[in-house]
C-alpha cells in the first residue's frame, strides 16, 4: 500500500506521530512510507524518522503565510507526488480539517477517529462513548484516515536511515481570510490530556485542593484532567474537563479521585486501558467500571500513593 503520514507542524515525533508511522509502517508492507512536515526545515524530524521505512520526508520550502488554505495546498501537492492511495495522520482538529477538506476535493472516503485499520483497509472506530466497536471499509481508490491517540503500541524502531527532504511549493492566491496574529497557548510541561498515556483526575471529593491531584500526575508524568462539579467550581480550567461537555480521553491509564462516575463523565473516559479509582463511598458508580478501587479518604490515599511512588523511583535510581 502506497501510505502518505502527514505530520502537520510539529519538528519532533509526539507520542501520537510514532503511533500513526507504526501503523503506516505495517500497512505499507515491503512499500516504503512517505511523510510530509508542513514546517519548513523541519530540523531532527528527518532523523526521528530513520526506522520507520520513510523515504522521502516533504516539507514547504518556505514559511507560509495563510495557514489552513496553504497546508491544504501542501497536502494536495505531497499526494500528487507520492501518489498515495492511503493517507494517515493524527486526530486533531488540523489534521481532520485538511483531510476533509482534500476528501471532498478528490471524492475520497474520509473516516476520522480511528482505533485501529486493518491491512484490507478495514478501519476500527469506538462510537457512542465507547459502548460500541464499528468496521467502516472506505469504498474509494483513495481514503484519509485519522487515528485516535492511545490506539497503536509503537515499536521501538532500528537506527534507520534518515529519509531525503523534499522541499514542496505551493502558492495561493485570492485568500478569503488571512491570519493576522497567533497567540500560543500557556506552555506546560504536563503532556497533552488528549494525548496523554496516564491521566490524573479530581472531582468534586477533591474540594478545592487541586493540588494534590496535580502532584500525582507530576510523579506519574500524567495530564491533569477534572470532572464538570470540579471545572464549575472554578478549581480548574474548563479545557480540563472529561466527559460529555468536556474532552475524550482514552489513555492506558485513567487515575481519577472524589469522582462519582455519572454517566456524563464516563462517555469521555470508558474506553481507558486501565481505570483506577479512589472515592470514600464503596457504592460509587465509577466502582462498577473501575480495574482498581480504593475505598477511602482522597487526602489520605493520594498523599501515601506520591509517597509510594517516590520510594519505588527511589530504590530504582543508581546510586
Ligand atoms: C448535559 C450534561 C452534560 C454533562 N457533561 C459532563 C461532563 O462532560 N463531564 C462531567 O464530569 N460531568 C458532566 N456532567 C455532570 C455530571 O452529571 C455530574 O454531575 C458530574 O460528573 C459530577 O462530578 P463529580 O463526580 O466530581 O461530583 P459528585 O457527583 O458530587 O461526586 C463527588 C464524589 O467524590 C466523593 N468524595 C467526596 N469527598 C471525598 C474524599 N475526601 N475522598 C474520596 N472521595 C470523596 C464522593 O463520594 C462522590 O462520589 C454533565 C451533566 C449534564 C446534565
Redo the contacts with the bound molecule.
Sequence with gaps: MNVLVDLGHTRRLRSPDREVLTLARTLAGSDTVTVLSHAPEPGDLAADLGGYRVATLFAPREEAPDLSRTDTALLDAALAESGANLVLGANDADTTEWFARLAVRHGAAVITDAVGVAEDRTVTKSVLAGGYTTTVVPTTDLAFITLAPNSVTTEDVDDGAAPEVTPLSVSVSGAAATVTGTTAAPASSRPKLTEAKAVVVG???V?GNFALVEELADELGAAVGA????VDAGWVEHAA??????VTVSPQLYLC?????????R??MQTAQTIVA????EN?Q?FEIADFGVV????KVIPQLIEALRERKGSSDPA
Design positions: 472531582g468534586r471529593g474540594n470532572s464538570r462539579a470540579a474537563q472529561v466527559g460529555q461537555t468536556g479521585a472524589g469522582v462519582s462516575g455519572a454517566i456524563q463523565h462517555a469521555g479512589i472515592n470514600k463511598d460509587a465509577i477511602g479518604d482522597l487526602t
